[in-house]
């Protein structure tokens, strides 16, 4: 007799679902990130993906914000290593570059990367190599320590800022806004309106971390 499409089968039919690791959820969270979007990577969702209950889950990461965490310290894999090419400014700026191209690719990731926490295998392997180009420039060791957190944290916003939530209309209204300012009472704006919004986003992100870089050189830390 044959059997009809809707008769459940048995458990033991049924084949054995992989086991539950913490790098299997961190991996379905970065397929489901890159399909759907970081409002997607939720507990529930990941739940449903793996084919489990959310409280499995738990085992392996604590709450949402872990799992968001994890995310980004996967990704950071794709960063790379520093270039062998250039001197240790270009390096450090070309690293840089590869975190801030990363984050655009993931805008909502960007936004949560801000505030997120990683400390991931990856995230380590970020901060030795922009610190080991700090030490081969020179810079010491309190100022480079400083200046890590100040040149991510800068990456990071640029490519917050720069996400797909700002829409060209935005951007319109801001120019014209800038352009149309009288220059009797911000006679500075006016002066400056179209520079202050000039450049390719690239050509900026290269000049503030230049800029950075060089003021990380010469300002000591202080108490």
């Not at 990856?122 to 180009?133: C, K, P």
Request: aromatic share 4%; hydrophobic share 45%; net charge negative.
């Amino acid at each position: 007799m044959t059997e009809r499409p809707d008769t459940p089968r048995s458990r033991r039919e049924r084949p054995a679902k992989p086991a539950l690791t913490r790098e299997g959820i961190v991996a379905a969270a970065v397929a489901i990130l890159r399909a759907e979007g970081l409002q997607k990577v939720t507990m529930r969702r990941l739940a449903q993906e793996l084919d489990t209950g959310p409280a499995s889950l738990y085992v392996y990461v604590r709450n949402t914000a872990e799992l968001h965490a994890a995310v980004l310290d996967e990704l950071l894999g794709t960063v790379g290593p520093a270039p062998a090419e250039g001197s240790w400014r270009e390096r450090l700026e070309r690293v840089l570059t590869a975190y801030t191209a990363m984050l655009f690719e993931h805008p909502s990731l960007a936004r949560s990367a801000l505030t997120a926490r990683p400390s991931g295998p990856h995230y380590l392997n970020l901060i030795e190599t922009l610190l080991a180009l700090l030490d081969e420039g020179g810079v010491p060791p309190a100022q480079a320590a400083w200046g890590v957190d100040l040149l991510l944290q800068h990456a990071t916003a640029t490519a917050a800022e720069h996400s797909a939530e700002a829409s060209e209309e935005d951007w319109d209204a801001l120019r014209s806004t800038l352009r149309s300012v009288s220059d009797r009472t911000h006679p500075r704006i006016a002066a400056l309106g179209d520079a202050l919004l000039s450049g390719a986003p690239e050509a900026r992100l290269s000049w503030a971390l230049r800029a950075l870089i060089a003021g990380i050189e010469r300002t000591a830390v202080t108490d």
